[in-house]
T-cell receptor, first 119, second 111 residues
Framework: DTGVSQNPRHKITKRGQNVTFRCDPI?????LYWYRQTLGQGPEFLTY????????KSRLLSDRFSAERPKGSFSTLEIQRTEQGDSAMYLC?????????????????FGPGTRLTVL | GQSLEQPSEVTAVEGAIVQINCTYQTSGFYGLSWYQQHDGGAPTFLSYNALDGLEETGRFSSFLSRSDSYGYLLLQELQMKDSASYFC????????????FGGGTRVLVKP
């Protein structure tokens, strides 16, 4: 399978615990994004990497959230001291910024997501 | 910031044509994308418009009018498998590559 993969697919945790999610993008993609989606809403941007550099972070993202992409390949998203409001689907997407026409450069490929439930 | 408006729900029968409108308010507009998402699934890219006009991809077409800050997705020859949520999303120049999504339009196709 050459698509975007995310692990775990589901995570149930108690309030106050830390959680970490992993995303493996499509191998040749140098751009990686994290989004959060709640039921009935569109995905909401969290952060963006180009290679290993985190180039943008949403102002809505609290200091409890941190993301890394240490070698420009996989990425991790950590949430510290989880709150019930963090319950959502966390989506990872990747895209190529290297070559191609507008359609290719602007296509983001999404993973299946990690569903987080905070009790 | 950016804001996008699209209808919350549309119902149609198999074989029909559905148009999903999207109006946006943003500065530094770069392009408008459309994504499909089935229940429990991941968003899947459908189309992208950066210039005015119509882009056709099989049964799906997307249109953009930059002067009107408006676009639409046209679903033709509707099939049951087209029942899903459809999101428009804008990319703005100042925002790098991030997408800002609308709230989504749920399309229900009936036999």
């Amino acid at each position: 399978d050459t698509g975007v993969s995310q692990n775990p697919r589901h995570k149930i945790t108690k309030r106050g615990q830390n959680v970490t999610f992993r995303c493996d993008p499509i191998s040749e993609h140098n751009r990686l994004y994290w989004y959060r989606q709640t039921l009935g809403q569109g995905p909401e941007f969290l952060t963006y990497f180009q290679n290993e550099a985190q180039l943008e972070k949403s102002r809505l993202l609290s200091d409890r959230f941190s993301a890394e992409r240490p070698k420009g390949s996989f990425s991790t998203l950590e949430i510290q001291r989880t709150e019930q409001g963090d319950s959502a689907m966390y989506l990872c997407a990747s895209s190529t910024g290297l070559a191609g026409g507008p359609r290719i450069l602007n296509t983001q490929y999404f993973g299946p997501g990690t569903r987080l439930t905070v009790l | 910031g950016q804001s996008l408006e699209q209808p919350s729900e549309v119902t149609a029968v198999e074989g029909a044509i559905v148009q999903i409108n999207c109006t946006y308010q943003t500065s530094g507009f770069y392009g408008l994308s459309w994504y499909q998402q089935h229940d429990g699934g991941a968003p899947t890219f459908l189309s992208y418009n950066a210039l005015d006009g119509l882009e056709e991809t099989g049964r799906f077409s997307s249109f953009l009018s930059r002067s009107d800050s408006y676009g639409y997705l046209l679903l033709q020859e509707l099939q049951m498998k087209d029942s899903a949520s459809y999101f428009c999303a804008v990319r703005v120049r100042a925002a790098g590559n991030k997408l800002t999504f609308g709230g989504g339009t749920r399309v229900l196709v009936k036999p």
